[in-house]
Nanobody, 127 residues
Framework: QVQLVESGGGLVQTGGSLRLSCAASGRTLRNYAMGWFRQAPGNEREIVGAVSRSGSATYYAGSVKGRFTISRDNAQDTVYLQMINLKPEDTAVYYC????????????????????WGQGTQVTVSS
């Protein structure tokens, strides 16, 4: 079992920045590929980005590419989502997710690919 806890959400103005953290317990994250997802009211959960278990490969949704950066510190069992130039349309609950990965360079972009989920953290961007 992997327990994931997100933190770092909050209220920020358009153009502002936030860094979300996802801390894991129960298992070391070095064998897990990680993803960040978000869900706005009335919308389906969507992929924001993903990082392979080694950190060597990343994926970003087109809407956040160039503004969001995923990184991970396997020694600290923590994954980060750095968000800059935030827009009102980024407002959502953000979730991190983990899945066991056999290959160090693989990313997973579907929510159904992931086994473990955090409880989410709210990000609100005011206009």
């Amino acid at each position: 079992q992997v327990q994931l806890v997100e933190s770092g959400g909050g209220l920020v103005q358009t153009g502002g920045s936030l860094r979300l953290s996802c801390a894991a317990s129960g298992r070391t994250l070095r064998n897990y590929a990680m993803g960040w997802f978000r869900q706005a009211p009335g919308n389906e959960r969507e992929i924001v980005g993903a990082v392979s278990r080694s950190g060597s490969a990343t994926y970003y949704a087109g809407s956040v590419k160039g503004r969001f950066t995923i990184s991970r510190d396997n020694a600290q069992d923590t994954v980060y989502l750095q968000m800059i130039n935030l827009k009102p349309e980024d407002t959502a609950v953000y979730y991190c997710a983990a899945r066991l990965s056999l290959y160090s360079g693989d990313n997973y972009v579907s929510s159904g690919d992931y086994t473990y989920w955090g409880q989410g953290t709210q990000v609100t961007v005011s206009s």
